[in-house]
């Protein structure tokens, strides 16, 4: 029986949430950090692992996302309840919290990603500028670099971030309904952008090269199980799973839906367009003579805009192309951090039957203080030139964690759940009720077996080796010369492992055992 006052919304067509759900996958991952971890491990031996990880890991997980939102109609904390319990639904806020660490640094890079855009109407394409923060005079940094620092350096920062976090709320604010036309609007727009930026990098001078370079298999590479990890929390990542967010959106669908479909439709159009991007960057890197660094951030910032800056054509075209990559970048960032505002709101409302409009006000103020956190620059290591790394140390140490870690944690936890306490079986029946293609039964092993076993090696490896060098367990391999010597700030690796363990686990056990006002505790 619905509650008076309590409605859920719906997706008005199929295409509606395939848009929602593919927007929310193609993200900076697939723009950006997909082509930086290529780099980082060695190019074609990316390929391997990876693909591995999506048929083996990420479309199995897709295909049980998606079943269990529409096989319960709630978000991911009370579907898991209804399906395996109490213990079910601490794992579910666990994985939003999680999500939300993520949530909260991403819409900080959205923010930068936004000045820049900004930036690109006025003076950063031409000369470099000095950096009084850093005590840089003109010229000791390429432009987009010195652009970039005084961005951070100055307090435009806190009204990038507001408007990033404002625009957040405004898309979320009626759920559904004003999440499908957005996406109807920007998930064409990226995919546009995205082909021009291919083709102008395939018809660049060398430009096709460049492919060979991300294609051309290091086996040697391979043998290192840190790829693995990188794979897996990578497919993980971009497929927005192990967020609750796939959960939340399938439970807007209707109960005829061919959920098999669904999933394969997102994921290819996820990974088709990650190969895009990679073979769209790596070609206009090479043509321009720039070999990418490890770091993701630098990557974004840096290295891609000093390769567009070189671009044949003179400063229209240099204008024409900064502006179009930034703008990408903002319209697949947004249709992804949208959907974990939705998720984490959407489980609010669900159990305590909150009312929407303070749901978001709430996300708003806790969300942009977080966000500004990740922003401080006190924390940035001023070496940058000798590694390509930022140093941006609490974000970096929050994503060691809540991404390399958190998300493969709650893949696991999730698959064992629901393939044995709960039964997959069931949740396959009801997928395939209305799919045209039938799952057949080997899928209750992949979820039940195999996956936790792959996903269990590869964490228990990570996690080994950091307990046997203790620095890396604190992920001091991060941290960096920092700016200022404030005396807390070398405990910054402890103060981020502790807060994200503090946070995800208290916090769930909070939202756990607080009862929901009208549902009462055994629903
Ligand atoms: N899949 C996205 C990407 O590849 C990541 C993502 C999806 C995300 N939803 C999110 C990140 C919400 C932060 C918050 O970029």
Redesign the pocket.
Known sequence: MPEPGYSRGQWKSNLGFILAASG????????V??SANAYKFGGGAFYLPYFIALFAIGIPIMILEFGLGHHTGQAFPLALRRTVGKGGEFIGWFAIIN?TF??MY??TILSWVLGMLLGSFGGLWKESVAVPAFGLAAGDLPNPYAFFFNMLSSWWVLLLVLAVWIANIYIVRQGARTIESTVKVFVPLMWLFMLILLVRGLTLDNGPQGMLLLFTPNFEVMRDLDVWQGAFSQIF????LG?G?MCAYSSYLPKKTDLTNNSLMTSFL?CGF?YIAGIAIFTILFATVLIPKASTLSMMFFIIPSGISEMPGGDPMVLIFGILFFILLLA??LS??????E?FSSALIDKFRANREKVLVWSFIVGTCGSLLFALPQVIDKGLADDGTLGFTLLDLVDHWAFSHGLLIVGLIECILLGWVYGVRKIRRTINEHSKYRLPAAYDWMIKLIIPLLIAGVLGFSIHSQIKDPAGLYGTAYSKNYTVDWSWVKFLPQIALWLWIGCAVGGSAILTFRRSKKVGPEE
């Open positions: 929310s996958a193609i993200g900076l991952g697939n723009i950090f997909f999500a993520i949530c991403y819409i990542f971009t497929l927005s967020f967010i996820n990650e697949a960032g992804s951090s949208i959907s974990l505002v998720a």
